[in-house]
T-cell receptor
Framework: SQQGEEDPQALSIQEGENATMNCSYK?????LQWYRQNSGRGLVHLIL?????REKHSGRLRVTLDTSKKSSSLLITASRAADTASYFC???????????FGTGTRLTVIP | DTGVSQNPRHKITKRGQNVTFRCDPI?????LYWYRQTLGQGPEFLTY????????KSRLLSDRFSAERPKGSFSTLEIQRTEQGDSAMYLC???????????FGPGTRLTVT
């Protein structure tokens, strides 16, 4: 399966700092998606980056994709306590319909 | 558009009993997915529907699990002869036909005692 692997497993920062999470995968992809899961809440789609894109922005989020290294990063700028959550990357393998999630990065933003 | 809904939100059952969960996707979303998530893990793919057709099933989905989407709208996931290892959060997601982003429901938390 084309599972994303997030790094680090856990990250703790002060409010206002930036948070960077990384994702690695193994095969060719159509796109790569990032999701967030707050404690007690469902998964929410954050951003999608296509295989022919290298960088994408959405509000305080910045995603990069390096298909030669099979890696992606998610940067959250000016973090807030409400950003505390688990973040998952989900690569969509070329020709597939299903997403395979990793174990996620647990982000804690300290007020 | 009220989002993806799942019922029940919580289910406690005794080992050996059968349980059924329901998922109502966002209207007009053709694709529907079921996932299972245990504590500290990401969601694990179980099965996928395109309209009423079940197109893919994970090897995680044992014979005790069955899913249906009879009219291409809501879907049910049934677990027969539940085991303690089935305790997990069961998530449903839907996607429009021309999109890739998955919209998740709140999940059904199953506890098998």
């Amino acid at each position: 399966s084309q599972q994303g692997e997030e790094d680090p497993q856990a990250l703790s920062i002060q409010e206002g700092e930036n948070a960077t999470m990384n994702c690695s995968y193994k095969t060719s992809i159509n796109n790569l998606q990032w999701y967030r899961q707050n404690s007690g809440r469902g998964l929410v789609h954050l951003i999608l980056i296509r295989s022919n894109e290298r960088e994408k922005h959405s509000g305080r989020l910045r995603v990069t994709l390096d298909t030669s290294k099979k890696s992606s990063s998610l940067l959250i700028t000016a973090s807030r306590a409400a950003d505390t959550a688990s973040y998952f990357c989900a690569p969509l393998e070329t020709g597939a319909n299903n997403l395979f999630f990793g174990t996620g990065t647990r982000l804690t933003v300290i007020p | 558009d009220t989002g993806v809904s799942q019922n029940p939100r919580h289910k406690i059952t005794k080992r050996g009993q059968n349980v059924t969960f329901r998922c109502d996707p966002i209207s007009e979303h053709n694709r529907l997915y079921w996932y299972r998530q245990t504590l500290g893990q990401g969601p694990e793919f179980l099965t996928y529907f395109q309209n009423e057709a079940q197109l893919e099933k994970s090897r995680l989905l044992s014979d005790r699990f069955s899913a249906e989407r009879p009219k291409g709208s809501f879907s049910t996931l049934e677990i027969q002869r539940t085991e303690q290892g089935d305790s997990a959060m069961y998530l449903c997601a839907s996607t429009p036909d021309r999109g890739y982003e998955q919209y998740f429901g709140p999940g059904t938390r199953l506890t098998v005692t």
